[in-house]
């Protein structure tokens, strides 16, 4: 992949700031896209193996932190192309800490990434062209600048009888509803393609809007960051800087 270290223009960094998002486009080329989308589609279909690759169907089909053992996906991770972006937007040092990469809509109902990632702010890479039928992205503008539901307001832990989809469904999704009617702000689906990104503020509200055309991909590569002074963070997760390097560092308390 190039090397081209372009931050945000004034334009987009006001954009991001004042709607808790900003769609960058062309950042990748569409021959990229594609190498990538026939990786997956090798992989799901077993037409090539790796090892550790596994889906979920959890919210569509979906791979979890393939970054980890596939060197790929960990390429789009830390492309120098998203660095300064993310820099722009943290002010700060980004560090990589999750990938999702989605074979279709998820219909993910509307929540918060700082819930599940405290601090965190997203990459999101379009690997096809995404329209009102596969499923695009649905965010409330602003919605950044308001509340965020946090697992002080709903713990994550289960209750009895309780499995971790009770717990969203029933305690956590209810939650991040009653915040999108409290800010009474019209939501938009975000509509791009292949090879824009979507920046978003981990506290955006957001989702996966329904898909029209039940069974199409919508190949997406979320990617998930926070900021290297971010201390907020209790996971033993690796921090992946964009020159590579790896650290464990997180607050026990
Ligand atoms: O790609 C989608 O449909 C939803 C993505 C999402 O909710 C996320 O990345 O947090």
New binding site residues.
């Given amino acids: 992949m190039t090397s081209k270290q372009v931050g945000l223009t004034n334009t987009q960094r006001t954009c991001y700031q004042t709607k808790g998002y900003v769609v960058l486009e062309s950042v990748f080329t569409q021959k990229e896209c594609r190498r990538y989308v026939e990786h997956l589609e090798d992989l799901s279909a077993g037409r090539k193996k790796l090892d550790g690759f596994f889906q979920q169907n959890k919210?569509?089909y979906r791979t979890f932190n393939q970054h980890l053992y596939d060197p790929i996906v960990l390429e789009f991770l830390i492309d120098s192309r998203l660095h300064q972006p993310l820099a722009d937007c943290f002010e700060d040092e980004p560090e990589a800490i999750q990938t999702?990469h989605?074979y279709e809509?998820?219909?993910?109902p509307l929540?918060q990434?700082q819930y599940y990632l405290p601090d965190c702010m997203?990459a999101?890479i379009a690997m096809v062209d995404v329209d009102e039928f596969n499923?695009p992205?649905v965010v409330q503008p602003g919605s950044h600048k308001r509340r965020l539901i946090t697992k002080t307001d709903v713990p994550m832990t289960l209750q009895p009888d309780e499995t971790y989809e009770l717990q969203q469904t029933n305690r956590y999704f209810p939650k991040v509803k009653e915040v999108f009617c409290e800010n009474g702000i019209d939501e938009v689906k975000v509509f791009v393609n292949q090879g824009d990104v979507v920046l978003f503020h981990g506290k955006l509200i957001?989702?996966?809007a329904p898909v029209l055309k039940p069974g199409t991909r919508r190949h997406?590569l979320?990617c998930h960051y926070i900021p290297y002074s971010s201390e907020n963070w209790d996971r033993d997760w690796e921090r992946i800087s964009f020159d590579g390097n790896r650290r464990i560092h997180f607050n026990k308390a």
């Fill in positions: 919210y569509g999702m989605f809509g998820s219909e993910h929540h990434d997203s999101w499923g992205l957001h989702g996966g997406a979320a």
